[in-house]
């Protein structure tokens, strides 16, 4: 059977600049043009019409900004997905963009490898979704309240965890959760760090309500009660499971309710996210065996290589597959002497990413409660946020494809 081609649609204020960008994906023969546009508007009437797997969307279109024409778009045609194209490599541009729902970020002009690249992992995207489109629905809640409809194929647990403590679990749950939630996956943020959780804290909310509530009834779960729990981030539209308000509370949560509160959680979400504390807590130790993902934090100093290593050997112990780990470097530092591939040697296992130390960036968020993503002056960490973001859905995309390919 014959490869579906790759359906592109460009969309560029410039008519030479449409016929540049035409001409160099002629040299991809799985890519199909199926139409070039000069207005953003026409371009969601086509797209709606000719329903595209990728679009090339200018920033600075003259009818209407690029990135609300992505997110316009993005509601019209839920699968396709959209690489921005910008002179300006400014991150704040980026972040609003991939917020919209955007699915790259390239500068103008592009090269030809990478957005010949960035096409055909965004049609592994559009793949995706017209799958879960296919596919029989769950009931789920939308955070207006209404009624909405995720796939079967399951949304995918994401852990954020660290054996040793300061290591930015929390900051990067935080403003991991907030960058991947946009009009195109949704997101819940799970304070799995019962006794002193600081989610709420991290993005300036006052909880009403949390996981002590839902733990007693976690054999009963239905949508009314989940969305009934869950804060509604008034900033993003990120939801937040709370940890419980006293200490003493979370010894009655055990591990049993903890991930059945999980498993019902991926029926309503792309993506659950969980914070975590260093200690091994019962309900911690059950979500590492339901997580899908472990972004597993280790910084440059012996004490946190010597906890990870500690805790890679649990990891063999509980049959847990190390193909699940995520390796990230946080408060990476070129000043210490324990470099990215030393840490890499003494783990026997490749740091992925690195999160930059960046104390002042973090601690003024923390302070104001605002993820430093939201930032309106972004400063270079948050770069590693969207890195570490990318590399997930890449991951986790290619097992769900798999997943579906096991099914068919």
């Known amino acids: ?63 209407m900004d690029g990135i609300a024409a992505t997110e316009a778009m993005r509601k019209k ?11 300006n490599d400014d991150l704040n541009i980026m972040r609003r963009a991939m917020m919209a729902g955007a699915r ?24 995706e979704e ?23 194929i399951f949304g995918k647990v994401i852990m954020i965890y660290s054996p040793k403590g300061g290591t930015g679990v929390t900051t990067l749950a935080t403003n991991l959760a907030v960058t991947l939630n946009s009009t195109a996956t949704n997101v819940v943020l799970v304070d799995g760090s019962l ?64 991930v059945k509160i999980l498993q019902f959680l991926r029926r309503l979400y792309h993506f659950v996210i969980i914070d975590t504390s260093s200690y091994l807590t019962e309900p911690i130790i059950a979500a590492l065996d339901e997580a899908d993902l472990i972004v597993l934090l280790t910084t440059q100093d012996i004490p946190a290589i010597r906890d990870t290593k500690i805790f890679l050997n649990l990891v063999e112990s509980f ?24 840490v890499s040697e003494a783990l026997k296992n490749e740091v992925k990413l690195e999160i930059l130390f960046d104390d002042r960036t973090v601690i003024n968020s923390v302070n104001r409660g605002m ?30 494809q798999t997943e579906g390919e096991i099914r068919g």
């Open 77 to 87: 045609v839920p699968f396709v997905q959209v690489i921005i194209l910008s002179v």
């Open 1 to 63: 059977m014959q490869d579906e081609k790759i359906r592109v649609l460009i969309v560029d204020n410039i008519a030479d600049t449409r016929e540049s960008i035409q001409k160099l994906l002629l040299f991809d023969k799985s890519i199909e043009v199926i139409g070039t546009i000069g207005t953003a508007k026409d371009a969601i009437q086509m797209a709606t019409e000719k329903q595209p797997h990728v679009v090339l969307m200018d920033i600075n279109m003259s009818d």
């Open 371 to 400: 993820p430093f993503v939201l930032d309106p002056k972004p400063q270079p960490i948050v770069r590693n946020i969207m890195d570490l973001a990318d590399t997930i859905r890449s991951i986790l995309i290619s097992e769900t």
């Open 104 to 127: 790259d970020f390239l500068t103008k002009p592009p090269d030809v490898d990478q957005l010949v690249e960035a096409i055909h992992r965004s049609h592994d995207l559009a793949k």
């Open 130 to 152: 017209i799958n879960k489109m296919g596919t029989v629905g769950v009931a789920g809640v939308s955070p207006a309240g209404d009624t909405i409809y995720r796939s079967a």
């Open 319 to 342: 049959n847990i597959s190390k193909e699940k780990l995520l390796f990230v470097l946080s408060k990476s530092d070129k000043r210490i002497p324990i470099t990215p591939e030393k």
């Open 195 to 258: 006794q002193f959780g600081d989610v709420t804290v991290f993005l300036n909310e006052q909880p009403r309500l949390s996981i002590a509530d839902l733990a007693p009834r976690a054999d009963e779960l239905d949508p009314e009660i989940i969305n009934e729990v869950l804060i509604n981030h008034a900033q993003t539209g990120l939801r937040i499971l709370a940890a419980v308000p006293r200490p003493e509370m979370a010894d009655k949560i055990t591990g049993q309710q903890f």
